[in-house]
């Protein structure tokens, strides 16, 4: 079974920065890793993926240019390092994997597997 395991969050002032991670176990496929958040009383929004086998990201418009997704091969784990942090990156953000089919998109129906979630707090 495909597990996922997030770390790394945390609370931070405006300003600062935080490194999630996302260790992977038990998967054998082709595969796109992705990154989403929920706020509370939002919906779940995609904040950057890219395939697991080789480096090609995207990132969301909130999160380009501030966020970069990296992978570590060796140790199945991807991170995520968050820089400038704003208020309205406040959330829960998740790690979720899924089936790459030759291209990888921000699409949560698209990723079967889930990680349990770290909360991240920036403060103003």
């Known amino acids: 079974q495909v597990q996922l395991m997030e770390s790394g969050g945390g609370s931070v002032q405006a300003g600062g920065s935080l490194r999630l991670s996302c260790k992977q176990s038990?998967?054998?496929?082709?595969?796109?890793i992705a990154w989403f958040r929920q706020a509370p009383g939002k919906e779940r929004e995609g904040v950057a993926t890219t395939p697991f086998e080789y480096e090609r990201p995207s990132y969301a418009d909130s999160a380009r240019g501030r966020f970069k997704i990296s992978l570590d091969r060796a140790t199945n784990t991807v991170y995520l390092q968050m820089n400038s942090l704003e208020p309205g990156d406040t959330a829960m953000y998740y790690c979720a994997s899924g089936f790459n089919h030759g291209h990888c998109t921000m699409t949560a129906a698209l990723f079967p597997y889930w990680g349990q979630g770290t909360q991240v707090t920036v403060s103003s």
């Open positions: 038990n998967w054998h496929s082709r595969r796109c």
